[in-house]
C-alpha cells in the first residue's frame, strides 16, 4: 500500500470515481483519527485539531490553506479559539475521492501527528 503522504493529488472532473468501500476501507488507516462523517447528503472526512491557543490554531489553518492553494483541493476550515475543524471532500463529485485521503494524511504531517 503505498503511503498517502507521499502521494500528489490528480486533476479531479466531474465525472471521477468516487473511492469505493473497499478503498475506503484501504486507506482510512492511514488517517485513523479522521472521522468518516455526511453532511448534506455528501461523505466527508474530518477532524478536529486541538491548540494552546488561537495564535496557533490560526497559524494553523494558514499551514493548511497554502497545502491547499498548492494542490488546487480546498477544504472546509473552521478555527477557533484552541481548535481547527478540518473537512476534505471533493466538491466537483459530491463524494470522497483519493485526493481527500491524500490531503488529509498531509494536514497530519501539517500538524506533527
Known sequence: MENLNQ???TACRRDAPRVTGAEVAELKPQIPDWQLI???GIPRLERVFVFDNFASALAFTNKVGALAEAEG???????????VTVTWWTHKIRGLHRND?????????????
Not at 73 to 82: I, M
Not at 101 to 113: E, P, V, Y
Open 73 to 83: 483541493h480546498h477544504p472546509a476550515l473552521l478555527t477557533e479559539w484552541g481548535r
Open 7 to 9: 502521494m500528489r493529488c
Open 38 to 40: 455526511e453532511r448534506d
Open 101 to 113: 485521503f491524500i490531503l488529509a494524511a498531509r494536514t497530519d504531517a501539517l500538524a506533527g501527528t
